[in-house]
């Protein structure tokens, strides 16, 4: 850059503040995952150890509660945003019961502005992926939660080669995180 050009560059990045612990995931009844589980950190449901998350389709609900120091970062004109990191496949985000979007493409981000507050909030985030999974563990474990007749496939990169259910890789797919709050500082041009 030459002197002048440099000058027209700025950074208005304030703070970023990643949201470490633990979740509780809520699964719906009757899908044979258990209707709580406490991930200890943020990962695929295929990671589970437990048959029913890993072979889970469906909507699951990850709820957390962190502080905030309102005071941390001065200024009443900042804006806050929530950054989900990555997740598979689509998101809803609600902040202290405020609903704040769907997110489906990166960045998975929604701005929490007008609903983060000093002190504790709850952030509920609820997660949903394609049959897939739900179909290969129908297919490997024997039981019937699909209801249907559909035996195999297409898999993406194998140049259209049909594969039965039970042969198809699962998806990753859930909250994969990291979570994090960013606060950025508007910049106004005239």
């Known amino acids: ?14 703070k970023k503040e990643t949201l470490t612990g633990a979740w509780e995931v809520f699964f719906p009844p009757g899908w ?3 209707e709580r589980a406490i991930f200890p950190q943020l990962r695929s449901w295929t990671d589970s150890e437990i048959e029913g998350i890993k072979y889970f389709s469906g909507i699951a609900t990850y709820k957390k509660t962190f502080q905030h120091d ?4 001065s200024g009443d004109k900042k804006r806050y945003f929530l950054d989900l990191g990555d997740l598979s496949n689509i998101a809803e985000v609600w902040l202290n019961d405020q609903a704040l979007g769907i997110v489906w493409t990166r960045p998975y981000r929604v701005e929490i502005t007008d609903a983060i507050k000093p002190g504790d909030n709850t952030l509920v985030v609820e997660v949903a992926n394609t049959w897939n999974n739900r ?14 007749n559909i035996t195999n496939t297409n898999v993406a990169g194998l140049n259209k080669m049909r594969l039965p ?3 198809v890789p699962l998806i990753k797919c859930g909250l994969f995180g990291p979570v994090s709050i960013t606060v950025l500082d508007p910049v106004r041009f005239d």
């Open 70 to 73: 309102i005071n941390s970062v």
């Open 32 to 34: 044979d995952a258990p």
């Open 135 to 148: 179909l290969k563990g129908d297919a490997v474990t024997g039981k019937d939660f699909t209801n249907t």
């Open 165 to 167: 259910w039970s042969d």
């Open 1 to 14: 850059f030459s002197m002048g050009e440099q000058d027209k560059f700025f950074d208005n990045y304030i």
